[in-house]
């Protein structure tokens, strides 16, 4: 298959070009066959692509144009927080010092990386209210994941072997049934009534004594605070049960409400979501785990450790589950997390929230003029529209969010949570502008006016993108995922 839109690195190449030039071999030449063993020659040709140098830059940076990111415009993509990553970031990543060490290092000779490390688990204990923390997970998922396999371990370590079930509402994140699964619980659906919020009635019977934990976000996925989070906590603790916080977004109350104090027992953090990891294209993330004093002997090995003025990874840890990740987490988010921390400073975090909530609820009452606001009350750092009176004039969610594009915007997240017809969820973060918030808005309103006056405009979009309307349907059915020569 030849791709001719756009043709591939490999299909640039010509024989003997070269993007790289060496200066001549100044020691005797090493004959390959002499030297190493039979088994570990290889025998295909690589097929490495040989393009020369200005070929090269010209296709990646042609690429890199096609490409959406932050940098290039507004990113509403609702439940992950695509906020600005400040380049300072980039300016504290890149130094020797952190970028040239090595995990194996002795520990001696790098202190600085550790005493980082360190003070970020310090920091985030003291954002969460929980007692210690690892940094290990590598994303959201990861951090779930770990946790669980903690909270079983503590129920095994009690002699409560027959915790099997996880509660999760029917709005919560994709991943947390499926960290469940991983971690071999059964999940169980708690029910939304109809302000949007957990249904009690629904917990208290689902509740028992096969309960491992209670999964939950908070603000949860439709961006509302669950205000009676602390009967919930109450109602899963007397069963025996924890309560897990999904803590990837935490941009509506830093500083405000910490998951300690609301009653859970372990959070993770996506620190390349909130604390401004860069994130999309596949990563890569950092989701550290932090835990009361009664889950923290469960923790992944090794934790890090001050010993007078001197850190170290203490691997003593009788109850730990071991070790989820090879070395210590994804090092360069925590550092740029941890930047962005320092930066910030405690009244500079609380001011995210407020600004991420009061942007989210400008938008959404401008926005619900044209688009149904199924549930009423203010929300936090994001909120849920429903695309169903533009359905009814045969304009589906899908089609606004292709419009969008052609108006320089990605779309928001559509079609989740699952429990809101024609869904369209909107997390404007805490730092765009009155003005790129107002653009979006009139953009928004305008396409419903289009929907109603011109709907082809809208079911035929995007009309001015590089790639057009695919078929979704084949490209999730029949996915083309390897590339043959
Ligand atoms: C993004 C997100 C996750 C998953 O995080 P990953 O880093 O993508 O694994 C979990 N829960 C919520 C609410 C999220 O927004």
Known sequence: MR???????????????????????????????????EDYIRKNKANLPEVSELELIRHYTGLSTRNFGIDSGFYPLGSCTMKYNPKLNEDIAKLDGFSYIHPYQDPQTVQGALEVMYDLGKHLREITGMEEVSLQPAAGAHGEW??????????????????????IPDSAHGTNPASATVAGFESVTIQTNEQGLVDLEDLK???????????????????????????????????????????????????????????????????????TGPHG??????????????????????????????????????????RVKPYYGNFGINLRAYTYIRTMGATGLKKVSEYAVLNANYMMRKLSREYDLPFKQHCKHE???????????????????????????????????????????????????KDTLDLFIDTMLQIAEETRLNPEIVQDAPHHTVVKRMDETTAARRPILKYDL
């Not at 359905?391 to 108006?407: N, P, Q």
């Open 205 to 275: 019977k689902a509740v028992g004594k096969d309960t491992a934990a209670l999964m939950l976000t908070n603000p949860n996925t439709l961006g509302l605070f669950e205000t009676e989070i602390m009967e919930m906590a109450e109602i899963v603790h007397d069963a025996g049960g924890k309560l897990y916080y999904d803590g990837a977004n935490l941009n509506a109350i830093m500083g405000y409400v910490r998951p300690g104090d609301m009653g859970f027992d372990a959070v993770h953090l996506n620190l390349h979501k909130t604390f």
């Open 146 to 167: 770990t946790a669980l396999l903690m909270i079983r371990a503590f129920h095994e370590a009690n002699g409560d072997m027959n915790r099997t079930k996880v509660l």
């Open 383 to 433: 909120f849920v529209l429903s695309g169903k009176k533009q359905k009814m004039l045969g304009v589906r969610t899908l089609d606004i969010a292709k419009r969008l594009l052609d108006y320089g915007f990605h779309p928001p997240t559509i079609y989740f949570p699952l429990n809101v017809e024609e869904a369209l969820m909107i997390e404007p973060t805490e730092t765009e502008s």
């Open 3 to 37: 791709t001719k839109n756009y043709p591939l690195i490999f299909e640039r190449s010509k024989q003997g070009r070269k993007s790289y030039s060496l200066p001549p071999l100044d020691v005797p030449e090493l004959k390959l066959d002499d030297e190493i063993e």
């Open 281 to 322: 294209g596949g990563g890569p993330g950092s989701g550290p785990i932090a835990v009361t004093g009664e889950l923290a002997p469960f923790l992944p090995k090794p934790l890090i450790k001050k010993q007078g003025n001197t850190y170290v990874f203490d691997e003593d840890l009788p109850q730990s589950i071991g």
